[in-house]
């Protein structure tokens, strides 16, 4: 079921109006949020993709690799950006997230290599890399939808908590907690690159529709904050409640704190 969440300025007006879309599971949540992929690309055959990787994702794509391959989908003119790679490793390293999108997606489905793009991770010059990043999307069109998962810190992409948000794509030094999260995907912890190359918060906002999924009650308390909240780059994602085309999809044990604290949002949802 779907909701909308608006939030009224001093003089009335609402200020965006985020639709929530609540799922019973992981299952229910990767099928509604695979099924918007889906829409766009019916839509639009050469639809740019913003994607991410992460837990959240796998069962969303799960989803579009087996509705390719009932031929009710065709990838052929579709791109991808995605919104992250660690600094350092290889596409060949299976901890890199372009390891991650060829395993998980991009090798089981009809879309073109040379249409995908992941940020560089062994680029010299990061802040080149990122100008790069940036101005290849640009020539894209501009991202149709973009894909986003949420950090336990808040960070979107590797957006972490700061002092200011960072507009462009750009080198970051990841947050302790980020780097104990994603330590489950290393031999240890010790083994975490430290640095990523990450859209910018400009970058991902410049998305024309942005798809948030979110799932489990590790969720619940920055699901909240992040579209309940101040607005704040301590809370990377809060800047998501200035896009004017955003939709949260997420099972109830994520959406538990916004019911308990907003329950208005949540009506019909
Ligand atoms: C991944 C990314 C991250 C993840 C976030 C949530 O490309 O950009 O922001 O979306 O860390 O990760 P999971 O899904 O593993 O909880």
Same mark, same amino acid.
């Given at each position: 079921?779907?909701?909308?969440?608006?939030?009224?300025?001093?003089?009335?007006?609402?200020?965006?109006?985020?639709?929530?879309?609540?799922?019973?599971?992981?299952?229910?949540?990767?099928?509604?949020?695979?099924?918007?992929?889906?829409?766009?690309?019916?839509?639009?055959?050469?639809?740019?993709?913003?994607?991410?990787?992460?837990?959240?994702?796998?069962?969303?794509?799960?989803?579009?690799?087996?509705?390719?391959?009932?031929?009710?989908?065709?990838?052929?003119?579709?791109?991808?950006? @995605?919104?992250?790679?660690?600094? =350092? %490793?290889?596409?060949?390293? $299976?901890?890199?997230? !372009?390891? +991650?999108?060829?395993?998980?997606?991009?090798?089981?489905?009809?879309?073109?290599?040379? @249409?995908?793009?992941?940020?560089? =991770? %062994?680029?010299?010059?990061? $802040?080149?890399?990122? !100008?790069? +990043?940036?101005?290849?999307?640009?020539?894209?069109?501009?991202?149709?939808?973009?894909?986003?998962?949420?950090?336990?810190? =808040?960070?979107?992409?590797?957006?972490?908590?700061?002092?200011?948000?960072?507009?462009?794509?750009?080198?970051?030094?990841?947050?302790?907690?980020?780097?104990?999260?994603?330590?489950?995907?290393?031999?240890?912890?010790?083994?975490?690159?430290?640095?990523?190359?990450?859209?910018?918060?400009?970058?991902?906002?410049?998305?024309?529709?942005?798809?948030?999924?979110?799932?489990?009650?590790?969720?619940?308390?920055?699901?909240?904050?992040?579209?309940?909240?101040?607005?704040?780059?301590?809370?990377?994602?809060?800047?998501?409640?200035?896009?004017?085309?955003?939709?949260?999809?997420?099972?109830?044990?994520?959406?538990?704190?916004?019911?308990?604290?907003?329950?208005?949002?949540?009506?019909?949802?």
């Amino acid at each position: 079921m779907a909701a909308s969440a608006r939030v009224p300025t001093a003089d009335g007006k609402d200020v965006f109006s985020m639709r929530i879309i609540s799922a019973s599971n992981y299952e229910g949540m990767s099928r509604k949020a695979a099924s918007l992929l889906a829409a766009q690309v019916v839509f639009k055959r050469d639809s740019v993709l913003g994607l991410a990787t992460g837990s959240t994702p796998l069962g969303i794509y799960r989803c579009l690799i087996d509705w390719y391959q009932q031929g009710i989908l065709d990838f052929s003119a579709v791109h991808s950006v @995605n919104l992250d790679e660690y600094c =350092g %490793l290889s596409p060949e390293h $299976d901890q890199s997230y !372009a390891y +991650y999108m060829d395993s998980n997606f991009f090798r089981h489905i009809n879309i073109q290599k040379e @249409n995908t793009h992941i940020p560089d =991770g %062994l680029a010299e010059d990061p $802040d080149g890399e990122g !100008a790069r +990043y940036d101005a290849l999307i640009r020539s894209l069109g501009g991202t149709d939808i973009q894909l986003l998962g949420i950090g336990h810190t =808040g960070h979107i992409g590797f957006n972490e908590p700061a002092p200011q948000f960072v507009k462009p794509t750009h080198r970051v030094e990841l947050n302790r907690k980020t780097i104990e999260a994603n330590a489950r995907f290393f031999a240890s912890e010790a083994d975490v690159p430290r640095y990523a190359v990450t859209m910018g918060i400009g970058s991902i906002m410049a998305a024309k529709k942005i798809l948030l999924a979110a799932n489990g009650e590790g969720k619940a308390e920055i699901l909240y904050e992040a579209f309940f909240g101040p607005i704040t780059p301590q809370v990377p994602a809060s800047i998501l409640q200035l896009h004017p085309d955003v939709t949260v999809v997420a099972d109830e044990a994520a959406l538990q704190v916004i019911g308990e604290k907003a329950p208005e949002a949540m009506k019909g949802c």
